[in-house]
């Protein structure tokens, strides 16, 4: 079933029933103001934090309510609605006295039309570009030919208090300290008005909810006045009556409703807006006055589109797959950004606790923006490497307020109890060579090696010192087979191996950062630090070809006792997906081991949906640190699609030359490719979700936890340096895509150093990897890759597949 379809166009994504199988939302804002709405305006904002800077409420796991609302009422036969179909809910359908509606997610704005009874409503929503605010313009059209009498009312419920938790639960607390007054054009909500005054007489803890454009005929700051008693969202009695009761809150829940009153004639339009933010009463004022004129909306809008636009516009491809091109030039490249930004911080899943960054989740998110912002990314690696400890390993959690230089480490009783989190992990640290060197490459930036960033802890070093002290990390933490110790855990939190088990898919991990390390050592002639990794990566490949390669496939890894873990003999958990793709992209296993190991993940792990993590599923046969048995078959970690891990195959299949398998994973992974079959999918059809539930599951193929997911990063990585086969190193790029062979041609647009490279890959004769001709600017090279040297400002390549 079809809810909507991508406008590539515009770069949106249109909702054309409301009804979706669950809330498909958009982001809007920044790290500084943030904001998630859905197509039917549910949803919440917040400042810096979605846990600790909650100002607007949204019950989870509920029914997407409370959110930014828009009701308007028919004040002649007193009927109403709301702007979105939700929360009044009318019948859907044709005619006059139903609801037809559509929703326009763009590049951080969403855009909500409605008609009912020949009056139709769009509001727009937005955070404007570097603003800690929010802006939902309305238009109301009367399309009918007589005048009409209309009442609107915009409607936000405040949180009591900026901690989410406190105001969902410590109800005798938080119900006793706010307040709200009508200031001007606003409602005004205070937090702990007596506490904390600056000598501005304002505590900081004050929101609001303004009108521009027509004037406040009445209001509430009270919920219970506007909602009123045995009644909810859908049918508010002052809605219903057709005007608040001018009531502000005192020792209950606040909220901010306005209420206007508008005459249109027969086909007049009139527009005005609302607009939110955690503003005292002056500032609130200015901002407010600053939209005397609403046209400065359209220009605000504009810098919005331009802004994001602009970032996509450095890599643009255009391939026979329409599914391919809208995920790669807009939402898989969007969704990579929103990652970036928030982590896994607030989504409609995430409630915001998680208050920092994940160490392993940014380095790897750092990935997916790289070829798209590489100055952006930058800034990351390094707050990413200021939260690397001393000793070479990653905070965990990386704190929002991170002091570098200054921080607790899990060698504290203080950083554990702060965190919760109790130990390092293997796999944290090493994430910063394919980071570190992607950036590199994309940039030619290799004075980056040689800035001095601080440690989390104490001390300061270079680049090239923190890459060092990642490799010592490893290497000091050998167990039995002289492979890396799991420590806490490695990439999968389910699987806890012990702190002296070891993890191949770790193991994997260090031997591709040897090679990065050994190719960044080879450029600055560091012959004896070369020495010295390429006598123990050797010692590393042979340990890992001799105790975890198993007939045709490598083993998930050993238990403290020497267990194996994901052997071919085992009941369950027989086959692991990560071991076998990293074993291709850390570049460890042969060809005849790649070969069979990924044969063996498409025989026993491939389905209709993608890839299992593993299988088969846990239910009685788990080892004692098989925390994945806590869910059930075919779900999450327990042999579900973990999306994540979707990336890796597809880049693996990539390395190997396999583009109609590469784009076979790809198309499964794929949210387009489920357009038309919402229903099953669930989640929205535009970004990746973190599982999808698998073969033992009788909902097979249904999404879970929206947006916030590595996959994002991972999917474009795979798609971009493995499908299309854009892999730049330090001196240059090389061009070597592994395609379907039905795709006969494709071209690719991307800014590189400064320069543009319009690429164009010819497949008449329907191959899908390596090539017989390569033209840069009619030149014929020996070689499929393009010493920076060779650039101009403007470069025609042509590869003939």
Same mark, same amino acid.
């Given at each position: 079933?079809?809810?909507?379809?991508?406008?590539?166009?515009?770069?949106?994504?249109?909702?054309?029933?409301?009804?979706?199988?669950?809330?498909?939302?958009?982001?809007?804002?920044?790290?500084?103001?943030?904001?998630?709405?859905?197509?039917?305006? !549910?949803?919440?904002?917040?400042?810096?934090?979605?846990?600790?800077g909650?100002?607007?409420?949204?019950?989870?796991?509920?029914?997407?309510?409370? =959110?930014?609302?828009?009701?308007?009422?028919?004040?002649?036969?007193?009927?109403?609605?709301?702007?979105?179909? @939700?929360?009044?809910?009318?019948?859907? =359908?044709?005619?006059?006295?139903? &609801? @037809?509606?559509?929703?326009?997610?763009?590049?951080?704005?969403?855009?909500?039309?409605?008609?009912?009874?020949?009056?139709?409503?769009?509001?727009? +929503?937005?955070?404007?570009?570097?603003?800690?605010?929010?802006?939902?313009?309305v238009?109301?059209?009367?399309?009918?030919?007589?005048?009409?009498?209309?009442?609107?009312?915009? &409607?936000?419920?405040?949180?009591? #208090?900026?901690?989410?938790?406190?105001?969902?639960?410590?109800?005798?607390?938080?119900?006793?300290?706010?307040?709200?007054?009508?200031?001007?054009?606003?409602?005004?909500q205070?937090?702990?008005?007596?506490?904390?005054?600056?000598?501005?007489?304002?505590?900081?803890?004050?929101?609001?909810?303004?009108?521009?454009?027509?004037?406040?005929?009445?209001?509430?700051?009270?919920?219970?006045?506007?909602?009123?008693?045995?009644?909810?969202?859908?049918n508010?009695?002052?809605?219903?009556?057709?005007?608040?009761?001018?009531?502000?809150?005192?020792?209950?829940?606040?909220?901010?409703?306005?209420?206007?009153?508008?005459?249109?004639?027969?086909?007049?339009?009139?527009?005005?807006?609302?607009?939110?933010?955690?503003?005292?009463?002056?500032?609130?004022?200015?901002?407010?006055d600053?939209?005397?004129?609403?046209?400065?909306?359209?220009? #605000?809008?504009?810098?919005?589109?331009?802004?994001?636009? =602009?970032?996509?516009?450095?890599?643009?491809?255009?391939?026979?797959?329409?599914?391919?091109?809208?995920?790669?030039?807009?939402w898989?490249?969007?969704?990579?950004?929103?990652?970036?930004?928030?982590?896994?911080?607030?989504?409609?899943?995430?409630?915001?606790?998680?208050?920092?960054?994940?160490?392993?989740?940014?380095?790897?998110?750092? @990935? !997916?923006?790289?070829?798209?912002?590489?100055?952006?990314a930058?800034?990351?690696?390094?707050?990413?490497?200021?939260?690397? %400890?001393?000793?070479?390993?990653?905070?965990?959690?990386?704190?929002?307020?991170?002091?570098?230089?200054?921080?607790?480490?899990?060698?504290?009783?203080?950083?554990?109890?702060?965190?919760?989190?109790?130990?390092?992990?293997?796999?944290?640290?090493?994430?910063?060579?394919?980071?570190? +060197?992607?950036? /590199?490459?994309?940039?030619?930036?290799?004075?980056?090696?040689?800035?001095?960033?601080?440690?989390?802890?104490?001390?300061?070093?270079?680049? +090239?010192?923190?890459?060092?002290?990642?490799?010592?990390?490893?290497?000091?933490r050998?167990?039995?087979?002289?492979?890396?110790?799991?420590?806490?855990?490695?990439?999968?939190?389910?699987?806890?191996?012990?702190?002296?088990?070891?993890?191949?898919?770790?193991a994997?991990?260090?031997?591709?950062?040897?090679?990065?390390?050994?190719?960044?050592?080879?450029?600055?002639?560091?012959?004896?630090?070369?020495?010295?990794?390429?006598?123990?990566?050797? #010692?590393?490949?042979?340990?890992?070809?001799?105790?975890?390669?198993?007939?045709?496939?490598f083993?998930?890894?050993f238990?403290?006792?020497?267990?194996?873990?994901?052997?071919?003999?085992?009941?369950?958990?027989?086959?692991?997906?990560?071991?076998?793709?990293?074993?291709?992209?850390?570049?460890?296993?042969?060809?005849?081991?790649?070969?069979?190991?990924?044969?063996? %993940?498409?025989?026993?792990?491939?389905?209709? +949906?993608?890839?299992?993590?593993?299988?088969?599923?846990?239910?009685?046969?788990?080892?004692? =640190?098989?925390?994945?048995?806590?869910?059930?078959?075919?779900t999450?970690?327990?042999?579900?699609?973990?999306? @994540?891990?979707?990336?890796?195959?597809?880049?693996?299949?990539?390395?190997?030359?396999?583009?109609?398998?590469?784009?076979?994973?790809? /198309?499964?992974?794929?949210?387009?490719? /489920?357009?038309?079959?919402?229903?099953?999918?669930?989640l929205?059809?535009?970004?990746?979700?973190?599982?999808?539930?698998?073969?033992?599951?009788?909902?097979?193929?249904?999404?879970?936890?929206?947006?916030?997911?590595?996959?994002?990063?991972?999917?474009?990585?795979g798609?971009v340096e !493995?499908?299309?086969?854009?892999?730049?190193?330090?001196?240059?790029?090389r061009?070597?895509?592994?395609?379907?062979?039905e795709?006969?041609?494709?071209?690719?647009?991307?800014?590189?150093?400064?320069?543009?490279?319009?690429?164009?890959?010819?497949?008449?004769?329907?191959?899908?990897?390596?090539?017989?001709?390569?033209?840069?600017?009619?030149?014929?090279?020996?070689?499929?890759?393009?010493?920076?040297?060779?650039?101009?400002?403007?470069?025609?390549?042509?590869?003939?597949?």
């Open positions: 079933m079809r809810y909507g379809y991508f406008d590539e166009a515009s770069k949106e994504y249109v909702i054309t029933r409301p009804d979706t199988p669950a809330p498909w939302a958009n982001y809007l804002g920044s790290p500084e103001y943030g904001a998630i709405i859905s197509n039917n305006a !549910g949803g919440y904002s917040f400042v810096k934090s979605g846990a600790n909650r100002i607007s409420r949204y019950i989870f796991n509920q029914e997407d309510k409370p =959110g930014r609302y828009i009701y308007l009422r028919d004040d002649e036969d007193n009927d109403y609605w709301s702007a979105s179909w @939700q929360p009044v809910g009318k019948p859907l =359908g044709e005619g006059y006295d139903k &609801y @037809q509606s559509e929703c326009r997610h763009g590049m951080a704005y969403t855009t909500i039309k409605g008609r009912y009874k020949d009056i139709s409503s769009e509001v727009l +929503y937005y955070v404007p570009l570097n603003k800690t605010h929010e802006v939902w313009k238009k109301i059209t009367n399309n009918s030919d007589r005048p009409r009498k209309i009442s609107a009312f915009g &409607y936000i419920e405040f949180t009591n #208090e900026s901690f989410y938790e406190n105001d969902q639960v410590n109800l005798q607390y938080t119900l006793f300290i706010t307040r709200t007054y009508l200031k001007g054009n606003k409602i005004l205070t937090v702990n008005e007596n506490d904390m005054k600056n000598e501005e007489g304002t505590n900081n803890r004050e929101r609001f909810f303004g009108l521009v454009g027509a004037p406040i005929t009445s209001y509430n700051g009270d919920k219970s006045s506007f909602i009123g008693a045995y009644r909810s969202y859908h508010p009695i002052a809605v219903e009556r057709g005007n608040c009761d001018n009531t502000l809150n005192y020792n209950s829940n606040a909220c901010g409703a306005i209420h206007t009153k508008i005459e249109l004639q027969a086909g007049e339009s009139k527009e005005f807006a609302f607009f939110l933010g955690q503003k005292n009463d002056k500032e609130a004022t200015k901002i407010l600053s939209y005397s004129d609403l046209s400065t909306i359209d220009k #605000e809008l504009k810098e919005l589109k331009d802004y994001w636009h =602009g970032k996509f516009a450095n890599f643009q491809v255009n391939t026979p797959s329409q599914e391919f091109n809208v995920m790669i030039n807009t898989n490249a969007y969704q990579c950004f929103i990652t970036f930004i928030w982590s896994r911080a607030a989504s409609f899943i995430y409630c915001g606790l998680r208050n920092g960054y994940g160490y392993r989740d940014t380095v790897q998110d750092i @990935q !997916g923006i790289i070829h798209l912002d590489p100055a952006m930058k800034d990351k690696i390094r707050f990413m490497l200021s939260a690397q %400890v001393d000793n070479g390993g990653g905070l965990p959690l990386v704190k929002f307020d991170h002091n570098a230089g200054h921080e607790d480490t899990p060698d504290d009783a203080s950083y554990v109890q702060a965190t919760g989190h109790p130990a390092y992990r293997a796999d944290d640290a090493l994430w910063l060579f394919p980071t570190v +060197y992607k950036y /590199m490459a994309e940039t030619g930036d290799k004075e980056f090696l040689d800035e001095v960033i601080p440690y989390a802890n104490r001390d300061e070093g270079t680049v +090239y010192d923190h890459l060092k002290r990642a490799i010592n990390f490893s290497m000091e050998l167990s039995t087979h002289n492979m890396p110790a799991g420590l806490h855990a490695d990439w999968n939190d389910c699987l806890r191996l012990g702190k002296k088990g070891e993890s191949t898919f770790v994997l991990q260090l031997y591709y950062a040897m090679s990065v390390i050994r190719d960044i050592a080879l450029d600055k002639n560091d012959q004896e630090y070369i020495a010295y990794i390429d006598k123990v990566q050797k #010692e590393l490949k042979d340990t890992i070809n001799k105790n975890c390669w198993e007939d045709d496939r083993i998930r890894g238990k403290e006792d020497g267990q194996v873990i994901g052997s071919k003999k085992d009941p369950e958990a027989s086959m692991w997906l990560n071991p076998q793709s990293w074993s291709v992209i850390s570049g460890l296993a042969t060809k005849e081991q790649a070969k069979k190991a990924l044969d063996s %993940v498409y025989r026993e792990l491939n389905t209709e +949906y993608g890839v299992r993590v593993m299988a088969p599923s846990y239910v009685d046969h788990a080892f004692d =640190g098989a925390l994945a048995i806590l869910f059930n078959p075919s999450k970690e327990n042999g579900g699609i973990f999306s @994540q891990p979707q990336g890796w195959i597809i880049l693996a299949e990539s390395l190997l030359g396999r583009g109609n398998r590469a784009f076979e994973y790809f /198309m499964k992974a794929c949210p387009a490719a /489920m357009n038309d079959k919402a229903e099953i999918r669930v929205e059809p535009y970004v990746h979700g973190q599982f999808i539930e698998s073969v033992d599951s009788p909902f097979e193929g249904r999404a879970h936890v929206h947006w916030l997911t590595g996959t994002a990063s991972t999917v474009m990585v798609s !493995g499908i299309l086969g854009i892999r730049p190193d330090l001196n240059g790029i061009i070597a895509p592994s395609i379907p062979s795709w006969k041609e494709l071209t690719i647009d991307k800014k590189f150093r400064g320069k543009m490279l319009h690429i164009k890959v010819k497949n008449e004769s329907g191959g899908e990897s390596a090539y017989k001709e390569f033209y840069v600017n009619g030149e014929k090279l020996d070689d499929n890759y393009i010493p920076e040297s060779l650039m101009k400002d403007e470069n025609e390549i042509v590869l003939l597949m």
